[in-house]
């Protein structure tokens, strides 16, 4: 099964407490009124808990702790700085802990930085689907297929059947080992409980920098809280109007314009597994597509000692987490030219860190059972598997290498137990300040094109863009989106609209 980090589909959302002066609603006051506790937890960083409610609709029911981390200001502060790295299923506060990578030190100063851990990941009342045999045999199942080469956008009649009982499998587990929790981690909760959160930390307004699913949880927080908004950064944007197939299917376009780059960069270097500049990148996408179909039919061994084959889709989930970012490409070629030598490790090590897999532990973190739980309660997606397949089959056009397998991978929600919220009609934040929405041309996770529908769906929406590869834009060591943002975060003022960096 091929898995990517970066999917999400708008959740719905009611009218509650809209405006800055606006009062919780009823039954909310004592998770607002809420005196947080902040410890020392090692590095300069404190710790707390948050309480929050489970279900917002009966506020007297059970609660659940939203874990967070933060660092104070290394100067005088204007507030905090929440932030958020994606996911679904990312750890804000494991992200926080390298905030030196995260802000520029300029915004250090002016803020607390603060991470957390939304609803269903990590500390957070984490869901839970396999263990981790089950999705080491899961991540690794093979298909029959009508050549034998593992493509999924070749599925056969018994090939659909292994298919759907895989994934039900997974469903399965993830009913029986999360069951209380799977009707509450969308993503119009998440906004509610940063809202709460916000309050803890004594803000009367949000500033916030979300990357990648990170952009929906800030949308979705304007659009119910438009006076609460004081700056929020939405950088690497999905689309909140997609349904999850909609979203898989653009996203392997995105990943296939990704490898694209990723292929003619490859063929200039000497290093290059996939040939050189003479013999062109056509030429090279054939060999690469030549060690797919070969691993399809025969897996390669590693020598992480774990019994784990490295099947087609081992392979295809590699090169997708090293298009994450170009810093990652000489590490894919290394193991891509190990790989042809029959050692898939390199891509193995590449794959575990999309799944956040541990090498030492053999343990895999929440964020597979988050992603996949937050975007089944996020997205009302087709409940019949001819969707899937159809979707698989336009892939193999559009996108051949990561297309079909990212189709399948959506049809967890075809039997998700829980109902997805209904997509809002309209997510404007009629109302808010400027909101920063920060788009990259080539963005192998987040097509660029999903920023710039966010930025023309938000009433104040301002899109910046960065003329470049990789995922998201600040701190990808551009100076002019790194200074725009940060004049934005410290003084709340937006680029003019349509600033292009280049």
């Known amino acids: 099964m091929l898995c990517a980090l970066a999917l999400l589909a708008a959740a719905g959302c009611t009218a509650d407490a809209a405006g800055g002066a606006a009062e919780p609603t009823p039954g909310l006051a004592r998770f607002y009124d809420q005196q947080v506790d902040w410890r020392d937890c090692g ?83 984490p869901v839970y689907c396999l263990d981790a045999a089950g999705l080491d045999a899961y991540q690794g199942a093979r298909f029959d297929t009508r050549d034998g080469d593992g493509d999924q956008s070749e599925l056969t009649a018994k090939g659909v059947r292994q298919m759907q009982r895989e994934v039900k499998t997974f469903v399965a587990a993830c009913e029986e080992n999360s069951g209380a929790m799977l009707g509450h981690v969308g993503t119009a909760d998440v906004a509610r409980d940063l809202d709460v959160l916000r309050a803890a930390l004594g803000d009367d307004a949000l500033t916030y920098l979300g990357k990648s699913y990170g952009t929906a949880i800030g949308a979705h927080y304007a659009d119910r809280f438009p006076g609460r908004v004081r700056a929020l950064v939405l950088d690497g944007a999905i689309d909140p109007a997609a349904d999850q197939l909609e979203l898989s299917v653009q996203q ?13 960069d490859c063929v200039r270097r000497t290093d290059c597994p996939l040939g050189g500049a003479d013999d062109g990148a056509g030429s090279a996408m054939r060999r690469l597509h030549g060690l797919l179909a070969d691993t399809g039919r025969t897996p390669l061994d590693s020598t992480l000692g774990d019994g784990r084959e ?29 790989a042809f030598d029959g050692d898939g490790t390199g891509l193995l090590r590449l794959g575990d860190r999309v799944y956040g897999r541990g090498e030492s532990d053999r343990t895999y973190r929440n964020s597979a059972a988050a992603l996949v739980a937050v975007n089944c309660a996020d997205s009302a997606s087709p409940r019949t598997v001819s969707a899937y397949r159809e979707a698989a089959e336009e892939l193999r056009t559009t996108s051949p290498v990561f297309g079909p397998g990212l189709a399948w991978n959506a049809m967890a929600c075809a039997y998700w137990p829980e109902d997805a919220v209904a997509a809002p009609a309209s997510l404007t934040a009629k109302g808010a300040d400027p909101i920063l929405v920060v788009g990259t041309t080539r963005d192998s996770a987040t097509p660029y094109r999903w920023s710039r529908r966010l930025a023309d769906r938000l009433d104040s929406g301002v899109l910046l863009t960065r003329d470049g590869d990789g995922h998201t834009g600040y701190r990808m060591g551009d100076s002019c989106v790194d200074t725009a943002v940060d004049r934005y975060l410290i003084k709340a003022e937006a680029p003019d609209e349509g600033t292009v960096c280049r």
């Open 252 to 264: 392997a376009e995105g990943f296939g314009t990704a490898l694209d780059a990723f292929v003619a």
């Open 43 to 125: 590095s300069g960083f404190q710790c707390a808990g948050v309480t929050v409610p489970r279900d917002y609709d009966r506020p007297r029911g059970a609660t659940l702790t939203i874990a967070a981390k933060r660092l104070p200001a290394a100067g005088d502060p204007l507030g905090s700085l929440v932030v958020n790295p994606g996911g679904p299923g990312g750890s804000g506060v494991d992200y926080v802990a390298g905030a030196a990578g995260i802000v520029s030190e300029d915004v250090r100063r002016h803020f607390d930085i603060v991470g957390f851990d939304p609803r269903g990941v990590a500390r957070s009342s």
């Open 310 to 338: 490295v099947t087609r889709s081992r392979v295809e989930t590699g090169l997708l987490g090293a298009l994450y970012s170009e810093d990652l490409w000489p590490q894919a070629r290394t193991a891509l030219a190990d």
